[in-house]
């Protein structure tokens, strides 16, 4: 119920004694905040508490309290009228209430009047305001949920990820030690006493091998041999066919031979010439 610009509670008026808003709109004064505790709020029971009592407010915030405490009980809309014309006059009174309230005056047998007239409407109006309101509430609190599990889910696959990623690491290198061990293993020895798979080779090929003399030529020579070729002899693997030697290089060939294999025939001789004759001091 509307009062007017008095104390709520003990209904003294604002030129006597100084007067505080609470929350609710309903104002109280001085004297009965020090006496009384308002928890609710005696006229509408909103919960209170004495930090949300403060002082007058302006005359934009005193519009805006007078409208929604008339909101309560005007809340039709245009569906609850028969026409137009009459939603019209409806809301000039709703305006006229305000002014009212604006100026100090006293509404109250107005909105008695119009709570016995609309009582039905009324009450349906705000129970379907209630149930709105409710939706809003499950709504809010529905996409509040499933933005949790959404978050859950993702940090749920952020794990499983990671965890797919780690394992996959761990078997890459669990392959490369293997890899590795194997192939180490197959570079050792079968036993520390064997040798080398390269040296066992050498020594069976070396075994196959025989120094085989070069075959004497018939003609004048030691016991009646022929003189011996350039090549004394050669290396031949055993039960292979004997080899020939070499033919000797022509005379006149040698300087280019020894020129394409970089050896000089006159080097000795510089050599012992150089070394003779660093010893010789003249005086």
């Known amino acids: 119920m509307l009062q007017g610009d008095g104390c709520s509670f003990c209904r003294a008026p604002a030129q006597k004694q100084k007067l ?14 020090d006496t009384k505790t308002f928890e609710p709020c005696p006229v509408c029971k909103m919960p209170i508490s004495r930090s949300e009592i403060n002082a007058p407010d302006s005359e ?14 005007f809340n039709l809309s ?5 026409s137009l014309r009459e939603y019209n006059d409806y809301l000039e009174q709703v305006e006229d209430l305000v002014d009212q309230r604006m100026r ?4 109250a047998t107005q909105l008695t009047q119009h709570r016995e007239r609309y009582r039905e409407q009324i009450r349906a109006n705000a129970d379907a305001k209630a149930r709105r309101e409710r939706e809003i509430v499950q709504q809010i609190a529905n996409e509040r949920r499933e933005m949790e599990e959404r978050r859950l889910a993702i ?8 965890a797919l990623k780690l394992k996959q690491k761990e078997d890459a290198i669990a392959s490369l030690e293997k890899g590795a061990a194997q192939a180490a293993q197959q570079q050792t020895p079968a036993t520390s006493g064997s040798a080398p798979m390269g040296a066992s080779k050498s020594a069976e090929s070396a075994a196959h091998m025989v120094y085989v003399p070069a075959a004497p030529t018939s003609g004048t020579g030691i016991l009646g041999g022929g003189a011996p070729p350039p090549m004394t002899g050669l290396v031949q693997p055993i039960g292979a066919a004997p080899r020939t030697a070499t033919a000797p290089i022509p005379k006149e060939m040698l300087p280019l031979h020894y020129r394409a294999s970089g050896f000089d025939p006159k080097l000795p001789l510089r050599r012992a010439e150089q070394e003779a004759f660093s010893s010789t001091f003249l005086l």
Do not use: N
């Not at 505080?20 to 905040?33: D, E, P, Q």
């Not at 934009?60 to 009980?73: F, H, N, S, W, Y």
């Not at 100090?104 to 509404?107: N, P, R, Y």
């Not at 940090?155 to 990671?162: F, V």
């Open 20 to 33: 505080l808003v609470a929350r609710c709109g309903h104002k109280f004064c001085t004297l009965c905040l």
């Open 60 to 73: 934009l915030q005193k519009e805006i309290r007078i409208r929604k405490q008339l909101a309560v009980d």
């Open 78 to 82: 245009e569906s609850d009228f028969a």
């Open 104 to 107: 100090g005056v006293d509404v």
């Open 155 to 162: 940090i749920e696959a952020e794990r499983l990820e990671a």
